[in-house]
């Protein structure tokens, strides 16, 4: 089963969280968009029972966080 990741991305200011079925939730803060990732990831493997993850881009490469399932 493919395992859905949420991404972050750098932008200028910030930080933009990637769900892959929506994008644009945007955080000034990096830590505050790892939390948000890591939740929002936590509780899609929770209601879904499908893998999950969090990723963070780090130049040209990701970086894996978290895996949930």
């Not at 899609?44 to 966080?65: A, F, K």
Request: charged share 35%.
């Amino acid at each position: 089963m493919e395992r859905k990741m949420f991404e972050l991305i750098p932008t200028r200011r910030g930080w933009c969280l990637d769900g892959g079925d929506r994008r644009g939730h945007w955080f000034a803060d990096r830590d505050l968009a790892i939390a948000a990732a890591e939740r929002s990831a936590e509780m899609r493997h929770r209601l879904s029972q499908r893998p999950t993850g969090v990723r963070v881009q780090v130049e040209d490469e990701w970086v894996l966080l978290a895996r949930y399932g």
